[in-house]
Nanobody, 120 residues
Framework: VQLQASGGGLVQAGDSLRLSCAAS????????VAWFRQAPGKEREFLAAIRRSGFRNTADSVAGRFTISRDNAKKTAYLQMNSLTPEDTGVYYC???????????????WGQGTQVTVSS
């Protein structure tokens, strides 16, 4: 497994979750790590990306609620999600690659996904 996403679960609206993405040396030392999500019947949606330097890009749809971060020493990236709503339900994926992009098809390495379900 190149990337291991974890931290998902069943929460109530308004709750917070922190997702983790553990990577190998090879898959972490890329230009960027990103988080995407896919809701049932919808396309995979970009959420946030972070460069090795810490520079971030966050989708407008989750800006102010979701924060991406990384710990280079632990080779782990995180997605802190606050004020969750039922519309945030989906499978959350981490990805990495030598790209700086919001397009999922451009990322080379992917984790298996972690389910987040937000009840109302």
């Amino acid at each position: 497994v190149q990337l291991q996403a974890s931290g998902g679960g069943l929460v109530q609206a308004g709750d917070s979750l922190r997702l983790s993405c553990a990577a190998s040396e090879r898959t972490f030392n890329t230009i960027a790590v990103a988080w995407f999500r896919q809701a049932p019947g919808k396309e995979r949606e970009f959420l946030a990306a972070i460069r090795r330097s810490g520079f971030r890009n966050t989708a407008d749809s989750v800006a102010g609620r979701f924060t991406i971060s990384r710990d280079n020493a632990k080779k782990t990236a995180y997605l802190q999600m606050n004020s969750l709503t039922p519309e945030d339900t989906g499978v959350y994926y981490c990805a990495s690659g030598n790209v700086w992009s919001t397009q999922s098809t451009r990322y080379e390495y992917w984790g298996q996904g972690t389910q987040v379900t937000v009840s109302s």
